[in-house]
Nanobody, 123 residues
Framework: QVELEESGGGLVQAGDSLRLSCVVS????????MAWYRQAPGNERELVAT???????NYADSVKGRFTISKDNGKNTVYLQMNNLRPEDTSVYYC?????????????????WGQGTQVTVSS
């Protein structure tokens, strides 16, 4: 069962825009804070943007003012609108769902990941 499925990556030129989508299973989406991460070859995976269950957003400094994270609760989908793309944005982008649950013996955290979608920005 696929729980997170990304789409929307591709090859674009510097200055162009792309919108990534991540469809999330209902059971996870209703409990999760959502995020987009990216990982370029040879680099660690880095956090790009987050949106909480209540809709609060946060961004990495490198994408502030250019990227926007949003979600559609009716479609169980989170988006990443990427404008004014730069060659350094080239990465595999991953959708992440983070769930925190309170169990009798204490809190538990779960992370779910999509398969990743490639974004390549040419100069």
């Amino acid at each position: 069962q696929v729980e997170l499925e990304e789409s929307g990556g591709g090859l674009v030129q510097a200055g162009d825009s792309l919108r990534l989508s991540c469809v999330v299973s209902v059971t996870i989406f209703s409990k999760a804070s959502m995020a987009w991460y990216r990982q370029a070859p040879g680099n660690e995976r880095e956090l790009v943007a987050t949106v909480t269950r209540r809709g609060a957003t946060n961004y990495a400094d490198s994408v502030k003012g250019r990227f926007t994270i949003s979600k559609d609760n009716g479609k169980n989908t989170v988006y990443l609108q990427m404008n004014n793309l730069r060659p350094e944005d080239t990465s595999v982008y991953y959708c992440n769902a983070h769930v925190e649950e309170m169990w009798p013996r204490g809190p538990r955290e779960y992370d779910y990941w999509g398969q990743g979608t490639q974004v390549t920005v040419s100069s």
